[in-house]
């Protein structure tokens, strides 16, 4: 396969599968777009297998069949599009695949039903799910500036993610919980006197909207950190961050103003309104 026919249909999956990250990442210069085309389509990858229908088991064996695989993709099958484009963004980046290490870690434990006691447990989940991404894709943008710190960069990268995941965990939790998992830490329940039985009602008692209020506020608070990565970044892909960052964060005030709605359907922005975010992104005014 050429490598221009593995991007495209790295591209093709973006498109078609990622409903908010794609009015950001389109805003990237051809050879970062594509780039990060590639990043999330071996993400998109590892999500389809840890939400598909195969049994618990060989789901395992699929995200560690694939660990291997990103692991070494000077020796993978060329035939495959997202890997070998992968090993192009591996070495004309350098992004830090072992992250994706991390992701695989955090889909592992979706399949195993793991559930969290305290917030610390659900951060670690949220750096290894979204803070991974975060942190390849930093790899994609670069550092314009030699005078920034790229380690901390990396922090920042990490937060931003912290923040989308768990403006997703909010929005998805009645589908979370009809497939039997809770992400909400227990403690957190317990605090607002939340029985998880109560994530199944689609009216729910008093509680709850507090519950999710509280939720909201953490939320906001790792908004307030991670955005304060576009700044060393250089202006598309400052933009790129801003408008999936953005599209997010408008997503969680819509949650905020109706904590209730989350237990009836799944929220969302409609596509002008994503629309609208990234060019107020791309301007540089996005508030």
């Known amino acids: 396969m050429e490598l221009t026919e593995a991007y495209r249909e790295c591209e093709r999956i973006t498109w078609s599968q990622a ?12 050879a970062k777009r594509r780039g990060l085309a590639a990043v999330y389509a071996f993400a998109r990858r590892i999500d389809d297998i840890g ?13 560690e069949d694939s660990r291997s695989a990103v692991f070494d993709l000077a020796h993978q099958d060329p035939r495959d599009p997202v890997l070998l484009a992968l090993a192009d963004v591996e070495r004309t980046f350098g992004v ?13 434990a979706d399949v195993r039903g793991t559930t969290y006691t305290t917030w610390e447990d659900l951060h670690h989940y949220c750096r290894c799910v979204a803070g991974s991404v975060g942190r390849l894709s930093l790899g994609i943008f670069g550092m314009p500036n030699a005078s920034h710190d790229r380690t901390h960069a990396d922090v920042l990268a990490d937060s931003l993610g912290v923040a989308l995941q768990l403006t997703n965990i909010l929005r998805d939790i009645r589908e979370d919980y009809a497939n039997g998992r809770v992400y909400l830490p227990a403690e957190d329940l317990a605090k607002f006197d939340c029985d998880p039985a109560t994530l199944a009602h689609a009216e729910p008692p008093p509680q709850f909207t507090r519950l999710v209020e509280f939720e909201v506020g953490r939320a906001r608070d790792w ?14 892909s400052a933009a790129c961050t801003g408008a999936m960052a953005g599209i997010y ?18 929220m969302s922005l ?18």
Do not use: H
């Not at 830090?96 to 592992?108: Q, W, Y």
């Open 223 to 236: 908004y307030a950190t991670g955005m304060r990565l576009l700044p060393l970044l250089d202006r598309r």
């Open 270 to 287: 409609s596509g002008r309104e994503k629309a609208t975010v990234a060019f107020q992104a791309l301007a540089g005014r996005l508030t």
């Open 19 to 30: 409903r908010n990250f794609a009015y950001g990442i389109r805003l990237l210069p051809p």
């Open 249 to 266: 964060r408008r997503l969680l005030e819509r949650i905020a103003a109706e904590p209730a709605a989350v237990l009836r359907g799944r």
């Open 96 to 108: 830090p695949i072992a992250a994706f290490g991390e992701l695989i870690d955090g889909c592992v």
């Open 51 to 63: 939400d598909g229908t195969l049994p618990a088991e060989l789901k395992i064996t699929a995200l």
